[in-house]
């Protein structure tokens, strides 16, 4: 069966130097193959995102990633995906997964958050001064009930197959509690779909695509490590049976 998460390189591997090991993903060192994965990504990307609604031009730009992988017959190729959503709830089937499925638990998480509208709703609407502050604790009792419940559902392996939450990770790292939207950049992503479907992680790269936006630091088309308040933790329990421990546990 052909999966459909894993792409086939184009381009001629036989004149690059293949690491032994992963890299590391703070690092601003890219290797050479990551280039070519990410040139043949970005291509793919240019022709996708006219179905995304996605005007690299006006729009606020967005970090995608790629991880070279070694596949059963050891030949290699290798994994896409974006780091959040695509503009305007837009998905792709080719790109590596969330690690989250919104589908569990009868899509808690989708009726949590209608139930949040609807509260929010019921404050708006409130006459009376106390029953609005009633209201509004209720609302944030849940809040922070439902975002408990998805950072448990947001469960990473490791390179060994061990399996934690993301409310474990971060409590075992000095990091304290996650921060929202942890877990849903590329790097983090890219590892999870690699270990689940037994490929070897070769190399690993993110580049920011399209415009800055309010965020003048980032170029088009530029190399950029991995975030270090949302994936550090999680990076250095994936990868902490590995030889890389040591180098990612010392990136600055």
């Not at 792709?92 to 509208?117: E, H, W």
Request: glycine share 6%; aromatic share 10%; proline share 6%.
């Amino acid at each position: 069966m052909i999966n459909q998460h894993i792409f086939n390189f184009k381009s001629e591997l036989s004149d690059l130097k293949i690491p032994k090991e992963l890299n590391n993903p703070f690092s601003d060192k890219v290797p050479e193959i990551s280039k070519v994965a990410a040139k043949e990504f970005q291509s793919f990307i240019e022709l996708e995102s006219e179905n995304w609604n996605f005007d690299i031009q006006r729009q606020r730009g967005k970090m995608f990633g790629v991880l070279v992988v070694q596949k059963d017959d050891k030949d290699y190729g290798y994994l896409g995906t974006v780091s959040g959503k695509l503009p305007g709830g837009m998905s792709c089937i080719r790109f590596a997964p969330s690690v989250f499925d919104d589908s569990v638990d009868d899509f808690f998480m989708n009726r949590g958050m209608t139930k949040l509208t609807a509260m929010g709703n019921q404050i708006k609407n409130a006459k009376d001064p106390a029953e609005a502050a009633k209201l509004k604790e209720k609302r944030t009792r849940h809040s922070i009930g439902l975002q408990k419940k998805l950072f448990e559902n947001y469960r990473f392996l490791n390179i060994s197959g061990a399996e934690k939450n993301l409310i474990q990770i971060f409590k075992e790292s000095s990091h304290g509690n996650p921060p929202s939207a942890a877990g849903e950049c590329a790097a983090p992503k890219l590892l999870q779909y690699a270990f689940k479907s037994g490929l070897k992680p070769v190399a690993i790269a993110e580049f920011w695509w399209g415009n800055p936006g309010e965020d003048k630091g980032k170029k088009h088309n530029a190399f950029y490590p991995a975030c270090k308040d949302r994936c550090r933790p999680i990076l250095e329990y994936m990868l902490q049976d590995s030889d890389l421990f040591n180098s990612v546990n010392a990136a600055p």
